[in-house]
């Protein structure tokens, strides 16, 4: 009998998958899809080793304006959806306030902290090299004023916890990447970031890992899990499967799960966008236009935008216009091309209100585990919390696993 079944084969559930195995536990992943064909798939392939302090809810009257008289292109909302969001945005909107944010930037430092060391082993031994660019983050500023107040930023980032940058202005910018047009005033470059140019490529190399060092990489529907005498069942195009364990990794999925089981999780999905340009040069990394909330990468299908967040119901139906302004905004930077056929696509980010995803044992079922909620940087850090997952099951006891601990997350 299988030891551990874990429930989705995204980066967050293949770091689980691949930490317990590497304790020596005999593991399942069951998805109902390919592993990476989901949120893992979608996202703007950056490994944010500088993304130390999670994105709060800005608290300052300007830009909260701007947010709500819809003149923003990073976060958009719809009337219609706010009710039913409301709950869930206003615990985020209190866990936002400086003091809390601070001091759940704490732990999650600590989590970024470790994510290139986690990825690192993993991109060898699944000979992902060639998906890897070791080239930092740009993030691109239209005006000097902006660009300033973005150098000061890193400057803070840097005393607090070390994070290496590097301000360029329009020349030095465009002679270190002559894909970029002129205009924009300079960039500030995160240069310990590290970038991939098929994030589901690389959750499937994972996986792939996984099955290679004897995992069972299983096709299955987590809504069939029931328990049983023995722990855990679930069914699978191979059978049902029992398990001692199970972990919840089903990314904007987890919480429909859970509330079969009586876990009510608030749960904020900040939609993203992305498309993809038959641009004819590659970029030397992927560039945040600042202004307009949008990322562009150079992807194995061609440049890939992808946008902000649409604060929206998970399943409402699309409305890509952040997409098609980030379109404009991305003309100005670079020679786009045409859009490549059937190039988009859109999914959700898993936020919590408190910023922090949900790494540990079930509040009050035995042998159930939690590994989701990752929101903005579910695919730096998946490799990470699985493996303080693995150790928190080996009884790991400390200050960080008990900020991830969901028994003390009011579930
Ligand atoms: C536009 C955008 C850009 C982003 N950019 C970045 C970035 O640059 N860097 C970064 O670190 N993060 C980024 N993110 C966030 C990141 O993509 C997510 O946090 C991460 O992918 C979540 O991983 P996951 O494994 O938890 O979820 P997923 O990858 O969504 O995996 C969940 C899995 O569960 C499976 N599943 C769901 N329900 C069921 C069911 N009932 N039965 C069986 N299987 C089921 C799904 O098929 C899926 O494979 C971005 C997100 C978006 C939307």
């Known amino acids: 009998m299988t030891e551990f079944i874990v429930l989705g084969a995204g980066m967050a559930g293949v770091g689980a998958a691949l930490a317990l195995q590497a304790r020596g536990h005999a593991v399942s992943l069951l998805d109902r899809r390919a592993p990476g064909s989901e949120t893992s798939h979608g996202n703007a392939g950056v490994i944010q080793s500088e993304a130390v302090e999670p994105y709060a809810i800005p608290r300052d009257v300007p830009t909260l304006l701007r947010y709500a008289l819809g003149r923003s292109n990073d ?15 206003w615990r985020y909107f209190q866990q936002s306030a400086p003091a809390r944010h601070g001091e759940i930037s704490r732990s999650y430092a600590q989590l970024i902290g470790r994510v290139l060391d986690d990825h ?81 490529a690389l959750t499937r190399a994972y996986a792939d890992l996984f099955a290679r060092r004897g995992g069972r990489v299983l096709t299955g529907e987590a809504q069939s899990l029931a ?20 972990v919840v990794a089903l990314g904007p999925w987890g919480p429909d799960l859970l509330r079969r089981f009586g876990y009510r999780v608030p749960m904020v999905w900040k939609r993203g966008y992305h498309g993809h340009y038959d641009t004819p040069a590659r970029l030397a990394r992927p560039y945040v236009d600042a202004d307009n909330g949008v990322v562009m990468s150079s992807m194995t299908r061609g ?109």
């Open 227 to 246: 328990r049983r005498a023995s722990g855990w069942q679930v069914a699978s195009d191979d059978g049902p499967v029992e398990a001692s364990q199970v």
């Open 120 to 200: 690192a082993p993993l991109i060898t031994a699944s000979e992902s090299e060639p998906l890897i660019r070791r080239t930092g983050m740009g993030e691109i500023h239209r005006s000097a004023r902006a660009l300033e107040a973005a150098a000061r930023e890193a400057r803070r980032l840097r005393e607090a916890y070390g994070i290496p940058s590097q301000v360029m202005d329009a020349s030095a910018m465009r002679e270190d990447d002559p894909a970029l047009r002129s205009g924009p005033a300079g960039m500030l470059l995160w240069t310990g970031s590290w970038s991939c140019t098929d994030p589901g």
């Open 303 to 411: 440049l890939r935008i992808t946008t902000g967040a649409e604060l929206v119901r998970r399943d409402g139906p699309a409305a890509p216009r952040q997409l098609e302004r980030g379109r404009r905004a991305v003309a100005e930077l670079v020679e786009l091309g045409e859009p490549v056929p059937d190039g988009q696509w859109h999914g959700h980010r898993p936020c919590l209100p408190d910023m922090l995803p949900l790494v540990g044992p079930a509040p009050r079922h035995e042998g159930l585990w939690f590994d989701f909620g990752h929101g903005h940087q579910g695919f730096t850090l998946g490799p990470t919390t699985g493996e303080i997952l693995a150790e928190a099951i080996e009884g790991r006891d400390d200050a960080l696993t008990a900020a991830l601990d969901p028994r003390r997350r009011g579930l």
């Open 75 to 89: 976060v958009v909302w719809h009337a219609r959806d706010l009710p039913r969001l409301a709950p869930a945005l």
